[in-house]
T-cell receptor, first 111, second 116 residues
Framework: DAKTTQPPSMDCAEGRAANLPCNHSTISGNEYVYWYRQIHSQGPQYIIHGLKNNETNEMASLIITEDRKSSTLILPHATLRDTAVYYCIAPVLFGNEKLTFGTGTRLTIIP | GAVVSQHPSWVICKSGTSVKIECRSLDFQATTMFWYRQFPKQSLMLMATSNEGSKATYEQGVEKDKFLINHASLTLSTLTVTSAHPEDSSFYIC????????????FGEGSRLTVL
């Protein structure tokens, strides 16, 4: 069973930052948080992953709380193409990435 | 970037026939591949872990004799749905992990199976 909690849906205005929260309170010290998204009828697309430090790449930023029990995925300037289901996946052991998907957050970008 | 490709992307078959779906890692070697199934409006459910050169490991409730998995090389894993029935209609997705692990799992585009 998935061990994360995400809001089922969110809306965000085009051009604004989209902030997607995730609770993963059972995570332990050497376990990662992964984020993927799935656009309708496509395979999941990797976004970012992190352990305890904040991470940033060309797609997004990942902010992990100091106690590591929650994180926030930030899409800095959302576009219509960012409309998708976003999955926060935790805990994940590096080198044993058998991912368990929860129900995710359906993000809709509003023009 | 790394790409995982599935074939076919969609297939329609008659009940009782078998269907093979291929998953290829195009520019990296994958010691491990994973097979998922996704029903409409639901999340992905892991079916099995495919390891190159050894038997696949199936998740609880997944029939290994019905969903045959073969990972014969470092770039190819196949899933065969045997004696398919309408309830097997689903979106099948594979993912692959690089041999030199960077922590990123790559997913294929998915294969939509419709059993009539």
């Amino acid at each position: 069973d998935a061990k994360t909690t995400q809001p089922p849906s969110m809306d965000c205005a085009e051009g604004r930052a989209a902030n997607l929260p995730c609770n993963h309170s059972t995570i332990s010290g050497n376990e990662y948080v992964y984020w993927y998204r799935q656009i309708h009828s496509q395979g999941p697309q990797y976004i970012i992953h992190g352990l305890k430090n904040n991470e940033t790449n060309e797609m997004a930023s990942l902010i992990i709380t100091e106690d590591r029990k929650s994180s926030t995925l930030i899409l800095p300037h959302a576009t219509l193409r960012d409309t998708a289901v976003y999955y926060c996946i935790a805990p994940v052991l590096f080198g044993n990435e058998k991912l368990t998907f929860g129900t995710g957050t359906r993000l809709t970008i509003i023009p | 970037g790394a790409v995982v490709s599935q074939h076919p992307s969609w297939v329609i078959c008659k009940s009782g026939t078998s269907v093979k779906i291929e998953c290829r890692s195009l520019d990296f070697q994958a010691t491990t591949m994973f097979w998922y199934r996704q029903f409409p409006k639901q999340s992905l459910m892991l079916m099995a872990t495919s390891n190159e050169g050894s038997k696949a490991t199936y998740e609880q409730g997944v029939e290994k004799d019905k969903f045959l998995i073969n990972h014969a090389s470092l770039t190819l894993s196949t899933l065969t749905v045997t004696s398919a029935h309408p309830e097997d209609s689903s979106f099948y997705i594979c993912s692959a992990r690089r041999q030199m692990n960077t922590g990123e799992l790559f997913f294929g585009e998915g294969s939509r199976l419709t059993v009539l």
